[in-house]
T-cell receptor, first 115, second 116 residues
Framework: ETGVTQTPRHLVMGMTNKKSLKCEQH?????MYWYKQSAKKPLELMFV???????ENNSVPSRFSPECPNSSHLFLHLHTLQPEDSALYLC??????????????FGPGTRLLVL | AQSVTQLGSHVSVSEGALVLLRCNYS??????LFWYVQYPNQGLQLLLK??????LVKGINGFEAEFKKSETSFHLTKPSAHMSDAAEYFC??????????????FGSGTQLTVLP
């Protein structure tokens, strides 16, 4: 495996389910990100983990819970989601502690549908 | 706060024609700007980025972009469109999220259609 991988690629869940999205990066990076891509809206940063510092977008509901057990793995735990949470969830990684010019590398995304 | 605006959510060009995708930025400090491409059912792939080393930046697949400070623009161009260029294109600006954490702020995207 190379680059950034995400599993599952597709997920359908009910509003009462609990599920987790997984992201793994094989680039030796130190920063990982979750973005949300909804139809007709710009990509939105949800969470960042950089050198063990966690930064979150204050507008993200608490039904989304990230976990970063090490610099290679990132999870997004989902519970009691709403239909408006249906979107493409993209994971990215970057070198971390670099300048503003450092590139973020994206995974293929998980397409989530909440029924 | 930094932001980018992409003019035109949909652009159609004929195969072989010039591609021009527009991006304007708003930033109080020298910006670091990126163009990403997203093919159907895939993640984002970096096309090119501006890091102040040169105002004309060449990227992959024959794309290039020119940073114009006076116009606060970073438009993406390709001299001759190919059918395989059909995708969605995103302009983004980098900023500090907090401490060592960085974030990209994206434009709303431009869907490029290439007509045979």
């Amino acid at each position: 495996e190379t680059g950034v991988t995400q599993t599952p690629r597709h997920l359908v869940m009910g509003m009462t389910n609990k599920k987790s999205l997984k992201c793994e990066q094989h680039l030796g990076h130190n920063a990982m990100y979750w973005y949300k891509q909804s139809a007709k809206k710009p990509l939105e940063l949800m969470f960042v983990y950089s050198l063990e510092e966690r930064v979150e977008n204050n507008s993200v509901p608490s039904r989304f819970s990230p976990e970063c057990p090490n610099s290679s793995h990132l999870f997004l735990h989902l519970h009691t989601l709403q239909p408006e949470d249906s979107a493409l969830y993209l994971c990215a990684s970057s070198q971390g502690a670099g300048g503003l010019q450092e590139t973020q590398y994206f995974g293929p995304g998980t397409r989530l549908l909440v029924l | 706060a930094q932001s980018v605006t992409q003019l035109g959510s949909h652009v159609s060009v004929s195969e072989g024609a010039l591609v021009l995708l527009r991006c304007n930025y708003s930033s109080s400090v020298p910006p670091y700007l990126f163009w990403y491409v997203q093919y159907p059912n895939q993640g984002l792939q970096l096309l090119l980025k501006y890091t102040s080393a040169a105002t004309l930046v060449k990227g992959i697949n024959g794309f290039e972009a020119e940073f114009k400070k006076s116009e606060t623009s970073f438009h993406l161009t390709k001299p001759s469109a190919h059918m395989s260029d059909a995708a969605e294109y995103f302009c983004a600006v980098s900023s500090v999220a907090s401490g060592s954490a960085r974030q990209l702020t994206f434009g709303s995207g431009t869907q490029l259609t290439v007509l045979p």
